[in-house]
């Protein structure tokens, strides 16, 4: 933070990586497969995979630059690479904090469990939906994973060696699954997770347009859903207005570039670099083959310098953004509005301990 105030040159911290373009559940609602999302995710391609070696010297390079942690995350299932376990240990013995994105079906299988509760520091499960039917509907999944969810969670929960270990869902609330939304809140408390996270239904050039008409329902419920927080287990609310990315006019969000990138970055199971998570497998965002030429050489050697310096206003690119809150933050201390010492020494009584900083 103090070297982006003074203008500096420093490497991101967290990588967000597919290492799989293929998944062994279809869900309804998947930016990848969705014909809602044809356009935007014009790279994307359920044949591309990296090479467990490959993925192993990808992170071995990433933490050698200063790389902090790793989310393994889409576009496929990235529990169901061959090399999973091998190359989360790799990254984990070469210093990086490691979380899951995954629709949890491999983790009852005891070689990607043991793997999990040795070198993970988070874990988050698709949920979306409150029953077993409605699930097995909206995912095609033929594995029971469902109803797995109850002892594996658990017992990950307990087996994991990192203190701050943290386990829990996330629910994408669609038009099949809005009306189980409490009742998926009661499935995840039993099941022993320390959160269930709530987000609508989204897609570039939409928004959340597919739920519009039940979002009142969808506030009620929520509302509902809430009130089983405890100490012990989070409910956590989204927003529900955040207007489409792609395709539209209308800009949202008070900053000119995008600082997020700078901290974070991704890369496809295409081995492909891209600037953030949210744009990853789309062309206008490709920076550079960093499975091909190095994670450095594309770093350091040219393509991302070059990306930085033809990348246009992201009003031309991304008319909303995911991480608004944390571009409007960093906007201010770029502009001098908001001190950086200051800004620490508040956060600093309000939130003693930062869980899990370097996912940034």
Request: net charge negative; proline share 4%; hydrophobic share 40%.
């Amino acid at each position: 933070m103090r070297k982006f105030v003074a203008g500096e040159e420093f490497k991101p911290i967290h990588m967000r990586i597919g290492i799989m373009g293929a998944c062994n559940m279809r869900c309804n609602f998947c930016n990848f497969h969705s014909p809602n999302e044809e356009q935007f995710y014009d790279l994307f391609s359920f044949k591309d995979s990296l090479a467990t070696g490959k993925a192993v010297t990808l992170l071995t390079e990433f933490a050698a630059n200063d790389g902090r942690a790793v989310t393994f995350c889409g576009s496929g299932e990235c529990t169901i690479h061959p090399g999973y376990a091998e190359i989360c240990r790799a990254g984990h013995d070469a210093g990086l904090r490691i979380g899951l994105i995954t629709n949890g079906s491999r983790l009852g299988r005891p070689a990607i469990a043991e793997c999990v509760a040795a070198t993970h520091t988070w874990v988050r499960i698709g949920l979306n939906a409150g029953t077993e039917a409605t699930f097995n509907s909206i995912t095609r999944d033929r594995e029971h994973t469902f109803a797995s969810f109850i002892g594996a969670v658990g017992r990950l929960r307990e087996a994991a060696v990192a203190p701050d270990f943290r386990i829990g869902f996330n629910y994408v609330i669609t038009a099949q699954n809005y009306r189980e939304i409490l009742e998926a809140a009661r499935v995840a408390r039993e099941s022993g997770a320390h959160y269930v996270r709530f987000e609508p239904e989204f897609y570039s050039a939409l928004g959340h347009e597919t739920i519009e008409t039940v979002m009142s329902e969808v506030a009620e419920s929520l509302t509902e859903a809430a009130a089983l927080s405890t100490d012990a287990f989070e409910v956590s609310i989204p927003k529900l207005d955040r207007g489409p990315m792609d395709q539209v006019e209308t800009v949202e969000g008070d900053f000119e570039r995008c600082h997020y990138s700078r901290f974070v970055t991704a890369v496809g199971a295409d081995g492909n670099l891209y600037p953030c998570p949210q744009v990853h497998l789309n062309s206008r965002y490709l920076i550079g083959n960093v499975v091909e030429q190095g994670y450095e050489e594309v770093l350091d050697g040219g393509p991302r310098a070059a990306w930085e310096a033809s990348n246009p206003r992201r009003t031309d690119l991304c008319k909303s953004c995911f991480y608004r809150p944390q571009n409007e933050l960093l906007e201010l201390l770029h502009r001098g509005q908001v001190k950086l010492d200051e800004a620490l020494g508040a956060y600093a009584l309000e939130v003693p301990s930062t869980l899990h900083a370097d996912f940034i």
